[in-house]
């Protein structure tokens, strides 16, 4: 297939070839991956491309999404690729043995195995010089395995693109590590403790003492925004793309008297009792969260082991069958979170599939050959294309994680969708769900900022050659 670049994709390729260290901020369904593909293949035109590239991405956009792109365009399917992603560990030892005698070749593997490939090539034998790294909020954590390995390689690297569309899923702490992986630590220092002490003071304390969040200082935002534009662009779909409009319909659900007084039980005393004898106890504030999490959605684990589930109601469940009633035989895409939701869904609702993650079961959806789809949002949740298989998402529950929601909704929400998108939440009113839905919103204000900050203007485009 032959591409052709919108003009913000055509924007964000001069950027990667003009800021060889660089963030692309961009919203679901821009199109990162055919930007990246690209600007290397051009760099590699005017001989500006030197060594291997290593593409790191979670292990289904490792094995689905970056080959896919790579064969499906005129100007990239000929490039040379390996994907290592999925191969047994003898297998990816036989490539890696042949690496730095191999002309010129995009590796791609999934993120969880960076530590075990950088501790194979530490630093100076690094043969990978141009890294890309998808959905790179996924190395925020600044004490994790992974973002220690990337941080140990980054400076024997000579280009460095980091992709996501959640770049600060919960604020602007999370910010730090991407840009110290570009910079290594120039605009927001050199580790996170000075990174802290400039722009933020301790809020709530722990028992212990300890903070148990930073607050930003009031201005600070905009000291980070500035400093960090001249290496991160971003841009969202709705300025770029005609997408047919998103309607959010809240379904407000109501239990019952006694299901009432059993979870509000648990919420005042932290302990459940239940009939056969055994009681739950809710140790900290998380696992009450948890706890009433499950409860709203209808079940709850009955032991630590999660081997024991307690039902409580089905109200969700009946919500759901009515929108599949009302559906008119289109397709559903429906997200759960714990693992008894999708237990309970599966025996209500025999017809429907437990997404896999296989390319012929998403090539099945996609074709509509499945009705409905329940997916985890952290299976589902990045880089795969939903959108031609359904234009109905529903939340049973709504996830924790503000980049797991938007994610969530960028599996429809993206180019090539022909239809309006409806997006149902399933919501018991008046329990812990209308915290969860609060706090998301406000992560995304702070997150918003953040993009408008260092959103590219098109109108202003200094980088692109007539």
Not at 107 to 131: A, T
Not at 189 to 215: A, D, K, Q, V
Not at 433 to 453: S, T
Request: proline share 5%; glycine share 8%; aromatic share 10%.
């Amino acid at each position: 297939m032959k591409a052709t670049l919108f003009d913000y994709q055509r924007y964000c390729a001069e950027f990667i070839k003009k800021v060889p260290r660089c963030g692309l901020f961009l919203d679901v369904g821009l199109g990162k991956t055919l930007i990246t593909l690209t600007a290397f293949v051009e760099l590699a035109e005017i001989n500006q491309l030197h060594g291997h590239i290593l593409v790191i991405a979670p292990k289904r956009i490792a094995i689905n999404t970056w080959p896919d792109e790579i064969r499906k365009w005129d100007h990239t399917k000929h490039g040379r690729y390996t994907q290592l992603a999925g191969l047994s560990k003898k297998k990816r030892d036989e490539i890696l043995d042949r690496v730095e005698t191999a002309t010129p070749t995009i590796y791609i593997i999934n993120r969880e195995l960076v530590p075990k490939l950088v501790e194979r090539f530490p630093e100076e034998s690094w043969p990978f010089l141009n890294v890309v790294i998808d959905e790179a909020q996924s190395f925020k954590g600044y004490g994790t395995a992974g973002f220690k390995a990337l941080k140990s390689i980054a400076p024997y690297t000579r280009r460095w693109i980091e992709l996501t569309g959640t770049p600060s899923p919960n604020g602007l702490m999370d910010i730090w590590s991407l840009i110290y992986l570009l910079d290594g630590g120039q605009r927001l220092g050199h580790n996170i403790t000075e990174y802290r002490r400039r722009h933020f003071i301790p809020g709530r304390l722990t028992s212990e003492g300890y903070p148990y969040e930073w607050l930003l200082i009031q201005g600070h935002d905009k000291y980070i925004h500035h400093v960090i534009k001249d290496v991160a662009i971003s841009m969202m779909k709705k300025d770029y793309l005609d997408l047919p409009p998103v309607t959010h319909n809240v379904i407000e659900l109501e239990m019952e008297k006694k299901e009432w007084a059993i979870y509000s039980e648990l919420k005042k005393k932290k302990i459940l009792p239940l009939i056969d004898g055994t009681v739950i106890e809710a140790a900290n504030a998380a696992v009450l969260s948890g706890g009433l999490l499950q409860l709203s959605n209808g079940a709850i684990y009955g032991d630590e082991e999660r081997k024991q589930v307690i039902e409580l109601h089905d109200h969700k469940l009946k919500a759901l069958e009515e929108i599949v009633d009302g559906s008119n035989g289109q397709p559903i895409l429906c997200f759960y979170w714990f693992r008894h939701d999708v237990f309970r869904l599966k025996r209500h609702f025999p017809d429907g599939e437990i997404f896999s993650g296989s390319p012929e079961q998403l090539k099945r959806w996609n074709n509509k050959e499945i009705p409905l789809l329940f997916a985890h949002p952290a299976s589902a949740g990045h880089g795969l294309n939903f959108q031609y298989g359904g234009h109905i998402l529903v939340f049973f529950v709504v996830p924790t994680s503000l980049e797991l929601y938007l994610q969530s909704i960028g599996r429809l929400d993206r180019n090539g969708q022909t239809e309006p998108v409806i997006v149902h939440y399933l919501k018991m009113r008046g329990t812990v769900e209308d915290r969860v839905i609060n706090a998301l919103m406000n992560k995304q204000v702070v997150q918003q900022e953040l993009i408008d900050a260092v959103k590219a203007e098109i109108g202003d485009m200094q980088l692109v050659t007539k």
